[in-house]
Structure formats: structure tokens, C-alpha cells
């Protein structure tokens, strides 16, 4: 179908050949006219031997080749053959057919998704007419000939292309001669079939072979002293990696795992704090009609050496640069102001298809605007399609260490007031990033797997905005010397966070340490269901346990203060901040429980100082909206629980994305001149879209989707926009709802047609400039017709 195809050849300056004409589609048209054009080998000798018997045929007769591949008309008289003169198979025919010139009318590469090649390379859910197939796998063509081949006088071999300068010493122009036992981990052709002039070939290709997209050519000669002819093959091959294939570096020994993580379109992102955990789904689409050509465009607009796109390593790190565009014009622009006025707001994507089709419609103009989540789901979506297994990872309270000291320090003066010019690590409420799995041959044993790879801007990785691949068992063990930007992961998931005061003389002292402050809680979609999966083991050993601090103190000995923990520091008055529930909702006081716990046998007394802060979620403070003091008095061994309430009104107009707001706890105990700091994040919970599906769900039938929100705030919503998207179900679009008063209700009605059967996700969000992180999804499975 035209609006199925793979246009990355189609323009002039995108891809890797600009300007390729596209392929014809009426391709026997063309054959019918050469073989007009030729006359057989054995009609010429015939007809020299017997003009009077072999008249020439005009120009309104079929001859036998036409007839029976094309129009087949009614068979005409069967010429008389003298049988004196008949040649001798074993000679004279040969002879004939060395006397014509072995051409390739046409080529066929089965690559439509019915065919052999894309079923068993598991490539037929992408849309397009290349051929699109998985390294270290053999693959088939088949070819059409102007006579029969022959093995023992012809010769044939075929060239694949790719990038702007091929070569065959860096394994971009690849040579692939005819063998009779072609080898898996060469770049072989054997012919398995022949059927009069035409020929079924078996390709196989290494599992190291570089990926993307190539031109074809076949060449042909039937001696040593004719030049030989060459037919450019109409369509394009793309080469994928290929986790199914045992020597292929991204190989996943898990069908269930593979299909979740290379095949599955769909996911869930994990955002708020670690004790309100909010999903939202994101529509991956990586088989979506345009991304698979958008991920080779972003490849070319690296300027990533074609050469090096066979090793994941490589890959994956210029990905991780292309998907911002930080500094090099990447795919989406980062903006945290809360101004998105000239852009989207970057909660009000729900998918990567848009993003990455205007990015390449536009010939690489930064789409705006994105924060983490986008990023991560972008990347989730171009390594899938690349055929990297790939995972969007949440990680809460997320340290920033911005000093490579693999700890997160927060610096006060004399008399414990925030230096704030100093105060430069942050900690996220979330952070969300990729996990990519591939084996690590650079790095020593043990350290393949899940790597962790983060597209989101934050520190420069070998001058460029970058992190990764970094090997998840490294950071687990504290071996943050192994690449790559292992010690900025550390940091993110198992930094302690070390409170400094300034002493009379400038220096600073340590005077308090929280050794739980970072890494809760990391989250990523369970594979084949739509629950939660904690893989915080996967990146940390239990905290507290003797491996978990043995894998602190090593990493520590190789960041910027590698004296840190020199002093231990003795504690007996802990503070806790305690949610009831799911926590606080938007449009309501915000109540919290602080517990205040003696684990001495004295008494002991306190003063804490409470403030709280609106926060973005990357851990930067907007400004303080309440302060106050709370006097404290503990028997021995005694708990006490404190209600701590921040009224809707004093924080209705100070919000920001993510609802998101920090209390900071301080305090000194009097007996014994411990000092007391804690500090707590959490977010103001919204609703959810409500999404109904009305009908039956049916390929080809309309069928309709009432989605219902009703506004939480005491206040109206200016400016509401929804953006509704299924894939199979129907293309993103917003529907402008206008202002929505307080504690009303908008029912919205979808009506669309389903084109793809199984099982579909409708996805709506809400976006204005009160209310963010407003979304919903409805599980609807489709019929075929």
C-alpha cells in the first residue's frame, strides 16, 4: 500500500543514497520490453541455418518468454526444428549460451511483510517496501536472468552499499560472492533454487555486520574478457542487530524479555516520588509508519562514522547525544523554565511518533520541548527499532553530583543556613533514563547485561551531553573507573548525602550524613504485564548491608573527597517524614506525619525548624512558601508523632510542573549537640482521564471512546487541551476544550476506526497550565473483521 512505504531513499537529502529514484511497481512491464528488444541464442542460430522456416517475428507477436510471465495469449504455432540440425546438448547449447551475455532482468528481495524474510527475521511490523532483515541471519532473494544460469561458465556476485564512502577494509561495502557451502559468519550467497532463468539465492551475513541502510547491485559476466553488466536493485536493504542470534552482541536469551523489550510498542513511564509512584503510558511506536527512517536519519545526522554503526557500544552512546539537543542539534530541546510557550509542554507527549516524525519531516530541527521522561522514551523507541533490547528506568530521588566526589553534599554556615552558591548537587524526585542490554567485551568479565544510558542533558561526557553505556553489575560493586560515566550513575542510585558546616576558619566539617538518601525505589514495566517491576537490586546491593557499604567506600576512594568516611558519626534522635495513604491530593491541605524517635536511655531535647519549598522535579527550588518551629521533648526510648499540615491556599498559586514541593527538617538535640536534618520530597496527586470505550472494537468498524475529568481545584482551568492517541486506533491529535470551572466535570466522545487487530491502548492527556501529569489509558482489544 503506498501509505506503507519506507521513504528513506525517496528524498534528496536524507539517507545514505540522496536522490535514488523509487522503485518502479511495475516491474514486468520493464522486463517485457528488454527481452523485445533480445533475440534467443538458439532462435538466431536457427534462423541462420533456415531463414526461409525462422522468419523474424514483427512487432505485434508475442514470443515465448512474454506469453508465459505476462499476458499469457492464446499459444502460437510451435516452429518445426529440422532434427539433423539440432545441437548437441553437451556443446552447442553451452556454447550458445556463452554466446549471449548473462544479464539480471530483475531482482526480487521478498521483502514485503507476508514474505519469508520478514517472518522469520521478526521485521514484519515494520511498515515500508525495503528489505528489512537482522544481522547474523540468512536471508533469500530471488532473480530473474535474461537466459539460464550456468555454474560452471558464469560468474555472479552481489555488492551491498552503505554510507557516504564505502569500503571494504571497514566493512561498508561488502562483497558477496556465490559458494556452494556458504559459512553463518560470512558474508556468503548460495544458489538454492533454479528454475529456467530464474534463481533463488541464500544470503548469510555475520553477526558483526555494520547496521543500517544499504544499496544493492548484482553483478554478472559469463567470461574473462567481456565486461561484466550490473543491475541496481530498485529497493534497499536495512540490517538491524539482532538479539535472537547467539553471536550478535545484543543477544537476550529470553523470548518472553525479547518480546517486551525489542517488539513491544507500548510501555509504561513511572514518575512522582518514591512514595507516590504515578505511570503514565507512552506509545513506544518504533514499527510506526516513518520512525524506522527517522532512527537512520538521526544516525546520518551524527556524523557517526558508518563504519562503527556494527558495535552497540558505539551506537548506543551517539544515540544518547542525538536525542537532545544540547550540542549537536539533536532530536528534542530540554526545557525545565515551566515557560513552553513556543513549544509542547513536555507532559503533554504520550509518545514518541510525533516527536521523531517532525524531527525528520523537518530535516532535523529540534522538536521542543522535552524533559527526562521524553528523552527516555524517545530512546526506548530508537534502540527498539534499531533491534537493541531497551527498557525506560525511573529511578526516585535521584541524586545530581556535579563534583564527581560520588556524594551528595548540601553545605551550610555557621548557623545552619543553606549556602545556596555552594549548594550545586540536587536530588531529582525522579529521574528517568534506559537501561540497553549488550554484552561488554571492553570492559572484564561480568560487566554485560543491562547497561544504564541516559539521553537527558545534565553533565558532559568527553565534552559532549552524554552518559553511558554503563554497566549496571559496575555500579552495583562500586567499580566506577569502568566506562562508561559510571560514576555519575553511582552517584544517581547510591550516593550517601553528607551535611557540611562551615567552620570559624572557612574549612568545612562533616556534622551529619543520611546514608538512604538516594536511589528508591527504581522502576521499570514488569515484562508481558502492565505492573510495576522494582529492579533497585539490580543496581544497589540492600542498603545497610556490609556489601552495599563496602561498594560506597570504594566508589568513594575514587571521587574527588576519597577521605569522606574516615569518621563515623555516632546518632541516637532519628527524624522520619511519614505519608498516609497515597499522600496529599491536588486542591487539598497537604497533611504529613513527622516521628521523631529517642533511641538512648536519656532524655532528650529539640527545636525543629520546618520550612517547605515548590520544587521541580530535578531537585532545583522555586522558593519557600512556609516556615515554622516546632519544639520538641523526648522521655528515653520514646516516639512521638507530629502533624504537620500545609493549607491549599498558601501553595494554589506557587506550584510548578510535577506538583512536586520539599520539607526541610533541621534541628540541634540540646544534650548532646547532635544535629537533626532531614528532607523529605513529595507531590500533590491529580486525577486521572477516564476513558470509556463504547462498542465493539473491530478492524475496519467505528467504534467510539467517552473520556470523562473532572477539575480537582477550588479554581477554573484556563486554556484546557487534551491530546488523545492509540496506535492501530488513530493518529495523535489535541482537541481544544477551553476553560473548565472548579470541580467540574468534561465528558469527551472519540470516535475512530481501528486498523490493526489485538490488543490496543487508547492514550489521552491533559495539558494547562494549573493542572499537569493529567492522563489516562483504556486496554481495548480489536477483532479482526
Known sequence: MPGERLTVRGTSDVGRFPGAAPPTRVELTIQKDE??????????????????????????????????????????????????????????????????????????????????????????????????????????????????????????????????????????????????????????????????????????????????????????????????????????????????????????????????????????????????????????????????????????????????????????????????????????????????SDGVSPSAWSSSVEILRKYHSTNGIPVSYGQCWVFSGVTTTVLRCLGIPARSVTNFQSAHDTDVSLTTDVYFDENLDPIDYLNSDSVWNFHVWNDCWMARPDLPPGNGGWQAVDSTPQETSQGTFRCGPASLNAIRSGEVYLKHDSPFVFAEVNSDKIYWQRNLDGTFSQFHSEKKAVGHCISTKAVGSDERADITHLYKHQEGSEEERIAVETASRHGSKPDVYSKPMAEDVIVEVKLEGEGPRMGTDAKLSILVKNQSSSPRRTTLHSQVAVMYYTGVLKGTIKKEEMPVELLPNEEKTIEWVLPYQQYQNELVDQAALMLTLSGRVSETQQVLANQTTFRLRTPDLIIAPLGDAVVGKEMAAKITFTNPLPRMLKGVVFRVEGLGLQKGHEVVVGDVAAHSTVTLTEHFVPTQPGPRKLVASLDCKQLTQVHGVANIVVLEQ
Open 35 to 340: 527481452k523485445k528488444q533480445e533475440e534467443g541464442g538458439c532462435r538466431r542460430w536457427f534462423r541462420k541455418m533456415c531463414p526461409c522456416c525462422c522468419k523474424r517475428q514483427n512487432s505485434s507477436s508475442y514470443d515465448i518468454t512474454d506469453k508465459v510471465e505476462l499476458v499469457k495469449p492464446p499459444t502460437p504455432a510451435v516452429i518445426p526444428v529440422p532434427e539433423p540440425v539440432k545441437p548437441k546438448p553437451e556443446n552447442g547449447e553451452a556454447r550458445e549460451m556463452e554466446e549471449i551475455k548473462l544479464s539480471v532482468v530483475s531482482v526480487d528481495l521478498l521483502s514485503s511483510k507476508t514474505d519469508q524474510n520478514r517472518l522469520e527475521h521478526r521485521t514484519d511490523l515494520y511498515h515500508g517496501e525495503d528489505l528489512i532483515i537482522r544481522r547474523g541471519q540468512p536471508f533469500h532473494m530471488e532473480m530473474e536472468l535474461n537466459r539460464p544460469f550456468s555454474a560452471e561458465n558464469d560468474k555472479l556476485h552481489l555488492d551491498l552499499k552503505t554510507g557516504p564512502l564505502p569500503m571494504v577494509s571497514k566493512g561498508t561495502h561488502v562483497i558477496i560472492p556465490l559458494v556452494d557451502n556458504p559459512e553463518d559468519k560470512h558474508w556468503k550467497g548460495k544458489i538454492v533454487e533454479q528454475n529456467g532463468n530464474k534463481i533463488k539465492l541464500s544470503i548469510s551475513s555475520p553477526a558483526t555486520a555494520v547496521c543500517g541502510l544499504y544499496g544493492l547491485t548484482v553483478t554478472s559476466s559469463s567470461s574473462k574478457d567481456e565486461p561484466a553488466t550490473t543491475h541496481d536493485c530498485s529497493k534497499n536493504i536495512v540490517i538491524l542487530f539482532n538479539p535472537w542470534c547467539e553471536e550478535d552482541t545484543v543477544f537476550l536469551d529470553d523470548e518472553e524479555e525479547r518480546n517486551e523489550y525489542v517488539l513491544n510498542d507500548i510501555g509504561r513511564i513511572y514518575y512522582g516520588t518514591e512514595k507516590q509512584i504515578g505511570a503514565r503510558t507512552w506509545n513506544f511506536g518504533q514499527f510506526h509508519e516513518g520512525i524506522l527512517e527517522a532512527c537512520l536519519f538521526i544516525l546520518e545526522k551524527s556524523d557517526m562514522p558508518a563504519s562503527g554503526r556494527g558495535d552497540p557500544i558505539n551506537m548506543v552512546r551517539v544515540i544518547s547525544a542525538m536525542i537532545n539537543a544540547q550540542d549537536d542539534y539533536g532530536v528534542l530541546v530540554g526545557n525545565w523554565s515551566g515557560d513552553y
